[in-house]
């Protein structure tokens, strides 16, 4: 009797926590069935919830009748971009904060976490003012420039959290070998910190790939906009407006998220802590 | 820590540890160099602008003291942006937290399929904004939007509802799906706080009596005590400073009546050309958070 009244409160407990998942997904979920639905069946009353039948002419129609290639290929840029530049600079920067004394170290590190704190709004004007005055308005190198302003303070402060785990032992080893400290961090520090850069980079790539803001205020032609803003000027040019191509679009510009995010599972908490939250 | 190869090490001019500082600070100096261009320096101008009155397309500047700082405090418009912006910050940060913790509750337990569990609710908080608010404008679509159907198939409602266009339901709508977007990173911190609480505490608890809720309010919740604190300051500063997702999802209206701080730069900056006054409302709502910025700093440095 014990046994089996254990095994159906077991199962109940499966069946809510289940439901819950899946409301939660549901909107998720219902991206993917629209983007599969011919259009003329979202109009139906009582909505269909499975397509009557799947239909690709969505997606079809995205890659060859609207700018979205295009938008894909800047947002590619600018993830790619934004990375490289980020996770050289910090790479560096956080072996300077996690082995390395000098004054003001600690005050830095703080001052680095303050700015990954900052609203964009309050530097977004002084930014496109620059923009203006340097030349780079509309181009894809001012939205680099303005990436590195969140992408920087977060990849350090997360790089600096994986280095500060490496055992001092091997580097003191190979310096008591000889090694220079520039040696000793090339061929000991980096391949040991290797899945905390990958890692970090790919978080990196997610924030200069979800970006909005920056993108609506430092580009306004098809040509070097990204898919945040590109997508969104699909919704506000149409004359009346086509969700299923819509949907499209964004289970589009999630697939790359779906992928990496397989990917880090191992490393989620860290990573969306930026180390801020040990708890 | 470093020093093992001191001993060895020749000595030149400089001391090896003077010369390691140096070899330190050469490396730290990019970072110092590109965050003093794209953040210190846009910060001060932020500050010296909001003492001038520009107008955009000319660009043409005049000293105006604190004018634009007057001019705000004495309008109804920045009172009721900052009300609008506690008003969200407050709603959409206690639904994470609630749903949060419950969440993260039910999957700590044993559940067929966790891992698959985990992902799909962890999800949201990676999805780009402009892929949330497309999917979420969808479906309140008061015409063919699901929400409406299903609401009124189940008879809560008889006629369809105006989510995003009408007060309050425009308020609480961004609430809603502000915590659906954002929740997930409360999931994340407590379910790997809730792991490294000892079984032998509620081992301890069941022993003396204590119930499934005593458990959670003797145990879990005290344990869970630091870990909230520093989630409600993190996420108090970025729900404070949300612009995507509000812009997106009202642009602040009906009229003004869910327009935050962050959305009222905007609109002085880039719609009105008001490049002082935009810059005078960012550096106040700079002011205000710097005060949940210098607690999260004081935090998280114990």
Redesign the interface.
Known sequence: MQTGHSIWRRILFNVFAWTVVLLISFPLLWMILTSLKPQSELFLIPPTILPSEITFEHYQRLLTETPFLTYLRNSLWLAAGTTAVVIVVAALGAHSLVRFSYPGRERLARLVLFTYLLPSVVLIIPLYLFMIRVGLVNTLASLIIAYTTFALPYALWLLRSFMAAIPVDLEAAALVDGASRMRAFIDVILPQALPGIISTALFTSILAWNEYLYALVLVNSDEVRPLTTGVMSILITSFNIEWSLLMAASVMMSVPLIVIFVFLQRFLTSGFGAGAVKG | ??K??QG?AVRKSLSLDAR??I???I??A???L??ST??V???V??IY?SVFSIYTPT?EGEFVGLANYTRLLGSGEFWRSLLNNMIWTAGTLSLQIVFGIL?AL??H????FR?L?R??????????????V???R??L?DL?G?LN?MLM?ARIIDMPVDWLGSMPNAMISLIFIGA?KYFP?VV??V???LQ?IPDELYEAATIDGAGPFARFTDVTLPQLK??LI??VL?RT?WD??E??LIY?LTGGGPIIATQT??LM??KE??ALNQ?GG??AV??L??LI?LVF?TL??RK??D
Do not use: C
């Open positions: 820590m470093t093992t190869g060895i390691y500082a070899v330190g600070a490396l730290i990019p970072t110092v590109i965050l794209v953040i320096y846009p910060l101008s932020a602008l660009m969440v039910l999957l337990r044993k559940l067929i891992a569990a992902s799909l609710v962890l999800f949201p908080y990676f999805l780009s904004t402009v892929v949330a497309l999917v979420w969808w479906m679509n063919y699901v159907h198939w659906w990173f994340i911190a379910l790997a706080r490294s630091d870990v520093v989630i993190l500063i404070f400073k612009f995507d997106l701080l962050p730069v905007y900056a880039f490049m935009a810059s960012a550096v709502m700079m958070m910025m999260y700093l998280s440095g």
